[in-house]
């Protein structure tokens, strides 16, 4: 196995897509050296300054420049603003001699092959032997930019293709050459996956490679379709996005997101490399070649096939190049579609539905799904592949062959040959040897068809699949708010499936069965799921009935099992470890909190937000966030309590919410015994080995600890803020209502400065003064809001 270990690298290429690469390697610890080309004129600024072209102020100035730009850009390219610091400016004449340092160095420059040729004939001579040397480019050939090169720079060569933005898309096209060492080829994939959190696929040395080759494909067919069938652009996005198993932004919300020049340089670059039929179709179609001649490439000049004019949204006319109001498309497929459940079961309805939409989307889907069966072979080696390019690429719910199964194969196929469609011969001869989808499941294990056989899908060994697992095992207990799961090797996993994982009573009583199970039978318990996101709080519905109805005592009641429940995480005997990803808020971020640890994927979005249907945290996350902040500093050493009472009242009453895990680390929310899963696909797998490591150090749970607390005079000092803020018109009269019963809580209540007093009081404390603001009808109309509106009042 190659011994080999990244621990520096180098990004040639500080543009957009570089400096992304250079910050999601920063994310992730890794020194990264980013170099760009050296300036030949000054600018006015320099040129006042008395700088020259010899300075390294100025030499170095386009890297600096795009450096300082990732603190600006949206969506943040950094998990947290520290990480900038992990990334070194410099140039490619001057520092090119600093490749002796480094382990990995990524070619990001101009998509032209005789500048990459130019860039690796200089990296050769600087770089050390065994190092690894990659290309991002989107589709200029990884074979013939290799021409020329010593046989070791050969050896480690491959491309490595991340999609933008780099630390939010999860998909990761890994070329090799004929010349590329196997074991080389295997390193990357597995530091592709494990440390740099992507979903990997191997590419072959074709044009685009697979995403961009049948994504830009889809693209094509779908603007061709549009003006044959004379659909506009705004009915095309309404049943091309979510309805279909896509991105919101749909088609041309798409592309005006992309760029308009960066579409056209991509399809452009297929249309130079092949022939027949296919040259026609990546072809761009003359009125987007004059949006590009005219400058309307979209979001970042304004306009493309969208334009906004105040609140109001148009929609581009491709025949007049004129903007109008924007359309949908509804027909009654599109209205029964709706009432379908699964993308799959929505896609079918659709496409053999007669009338436009379902005209529109057969014409479509039939294009692309012959032309993926036709690609197989070519531009990967599955359908496997092909199908994980598209949905982590591109945000496909479903790849084009689980589409096909979805629609189903023998109909489907059937139908494009009615039409004198040729369908690719194995398809065919799949069909006539009784294999009717290209995949299947037994055992709960997932098959897909190749080469006239089914073969077994290779999942990475750290993905836990749920769903498999109770297929195969069923569950310890369930009900209707979650399920108890033996996820092996003496682990159990509790796993939350009420709608949007909003806890109830449900779900409190199965974490009581829980913790009770595990103490007995387990060495530790995972608090986990794999839904869209680990858990928005509280059943906010259920509570705002309750409270209309004047059943407070019903209320105080779910209030204590909540606070009973998650006391009982906190000092189980066994460990309990919370894997949050997502949106983690409110309620969700208090399961957390009394954990023995937690294990956060990258991206998970955690804070206390309930000030934001006018209430506080009722689930002991005040306690819990408090506690946390004097548990992160370190033994013996003094510490200002007002302080942290400062910074955990101003993280509750302004709904602090993290905007990755490492920030959710900065706030507090984890410290840094917690850990961060980069690979959010991995993050089950991550929590079980932190149960197992706590169990065999011979875990011994939390000790009860009383809490010192600020007090009456904390309390005054933490009203001043707020009360400043109240006359300065940021906040209403009952925000100031909430900021006070928060720092109430917070600061302890009546009690003299520096009081040690127990949880419970606590608790008391938080639970009187939650059920008081559920009574404000001020309260119940932002409750009422956010479930009509899923947006906050400010009343």
């Not at 080999?4 to 920063?26: R, T």
């Not at 369908?423 to 897909?448: C, I, Q, R, S």
């Not at 009722?618 to 003094?638: A, D, M, R, W």
Request: glycine share 10%.
């Amino acid at each position: 196995m190659l011994n080999q270990l990244i621990k520096k690298a180098a990004v040639l290429g500080s543009g957009v897509m570089g400096s992304g690469i250079a910050a999601h390697l920063a994310n992730i610890g890794i020194p990264t050296l980013l170099l760009d080309i050296v300036p030949r004129e000054l600018t006015k600024e320099e040129e006042a300054k008395g700088l020259s072209l010899s300075d390294k102020q100025v030499r170095n100035r386009i890297s600096v420049a795009n450096i300082q730009k990732l603190l600006k850009q949206k969506p943040a390219p950094l998990t947290v603003k520290k990480n900038l610091a992990l990334i070194e400016a410099g140039n490619l004449e001057d520092d090119l001699v600093k490749l002796k340092d480094v382990d990995w160095v990524i070619e990001v420059v101009v998509e032209n092959l005789n500048v990459k040729k130019q860039v690796f004939e200089k990296v050769d001579q600087y770089r050390k032997p065994g190092s690894i040397v990659s290309s991002n480019t989107s589709g200029i050939s990884v074979e013939a930019m290799v021409e020329g090169r010593s046989d070791d720079f050969k050896k480690h060569f491959l491309g490595t293709h991340f999609f933008n933005p780099p630390r939010y898309l999860k998909l990761l096209e890994i070329i090799p050459t004929q010349y590329t060492d196997p074991e080389v080829l295997s390193f990357m994939k597995t530091f592709g996956e494990d440390v740099l959190g992507k979903g990997v696929v191997v590419a072959k040395d074709t044009p685009n490679f697979i995403g961009n080759r049948i994504g830009t494909y889809g693209l094509l067919v779908t603007v061709r379709e549009m003006l044959k069938g004379g659909y506009s652009v705004g009915e095309i996005d309404s049943i091309t996005g979510p309805l279909i198993g896509r991105a919101k932004s749909a088609t041309f919300r798409t592309l005006d997101v992309v760029g308009l020049d960066t579409f056209y340089h991509v399809a452009n670059n297929v249309y130079e490399n092949v022939a027949g039929e296919e040259k026609e179709v990546f072809e761009v179609p003359s009125f987007m070649k004059t949006m590009v001649e005219k400058g309307w490439l979209g979001s970042k000049s304004g306009q493309g096939f969208f334009l906004k004019k105040g609140k109001e949204i148009l929609e581009l006319d491709p025949n007049t190049l004129e903007y109008g109001p924007r359309k949908k498309l509804s027909t009654p497929s599109v209205e029964l579609s709706k009432q379908e459940k699964g993308t799959g079961n929505k896609l079918k309805a659709l496409v053999y539905a007669n009338d436009r939409a379902g005209q529109f989307l057969w014409n479509t889907t039939k294009h692309s799904l012959i032309y993926s069966a036709q690609l197989l072979g070519e531009i990967a080696e599955t359908i496997v592949s092909i199908d994980r390019a598209m949905k982590w690429g591109f945000g496909w719910e479903k790849g084009p062959f689980e589409n096909w199964d979805a629609i189903g194969v023998e109909q489907s196929v059937q139908k494009m040959k009615e039409e004198g469609l040729e369908v690719p011969a194995w398809v065919t001869e799949m069909l006539e040897k009784g294999n009717t989808t290209f995949y299947k499941e037994e055992n709960g294990d997932l098959y897909f068809y190749h080469k006239g056989e089914y073969q077994l899908v290779e999942i990475n060994p750290k993905v836990i699949d749920l769903k498999k697992i109770k297929n195969q095992k069923g569950v310890i207990k369930k009900n209707g708010g979650a399920s108890l799961i033996d996820i092996g090797d003496g682990v159990a996993l509790l796993e939350f499936h009420s709608p949007n994982n909003a806890i109830g009573l449900d779900i409190v009583q199965m974490i009581n069965f829980a913790v009770d199970e595990v103490e007995k039978n387990y060495k530790g318990l995972v608090i986990g799921n794999q839904g869209k996101n680990f858990c928005v709080g509280a059943n906010l519905a259920m509570m705002l009935m309750e409270a209309q109805d004047d059943n407070i005592p019903e209320l105080d009641m779910v209030v204590r099992h909540l606070h009973n429940a998650l006391l009982k995480v906190k000092y189980s005997s066994k460990p309990v470890v919370a894997a949050p990803f997502g949106m983690t808020l409110g309620g969700g971020a208090e399961v957390c909190l009394p954990a023995a640890h937690i294990q956060a994927s990258s991206e998970t979005y955690m804070g206390l937000v309930e000030v934001g249907v006018g209430l506080l945290p009722g689930g002991g996350g005040n306690k819990e966030l408090y506690i946390k902040h004097l548990e992160s500093l370190p033994n013996g050493v003094q510490f200002d309590l007002q302080n942290i009472a400062n910074k955990v009242f101003e993280s509750i009453a302004t709904a602090k919410v993290s905007t990755s895990g490492d920030e959710a680390r900065e706030n507090n929310f984890l410290n840094f015994a917690d850990g961060i899963s980069f690979n959010g696909d991995h993050l089950l797998y991550d929590a079980k080995q932190a149960v197992l490591a706590l169990h065999e150090k011979g875990y011994k749970p939390k000790v009860r600890r009383k809490v010192p607390v600020v007090g009456e005079t904390g309390y005054a000092t933490l009203l001043l803020g707020a009360e400043a803020m109240r006359l300065s018109g940021f906040i209403s009269e009952h925000d100031l209502k909430i900021a006070k019963k928060i720092a109430y809580v917070i600061a302890g209540g009546k009690v003299p400065f520096g009081t040690e007093v127990d949880e419970q009081y606590l608790l008391d404390l938080e639970r009187e003064a939650f059920l008081s603001l559920i009574r404000e009808p001020k309260t119940q109309q932002r409750m009422q809001h956010m479930l009509v509106k899923g947006k906050p009042l400010r009343n």
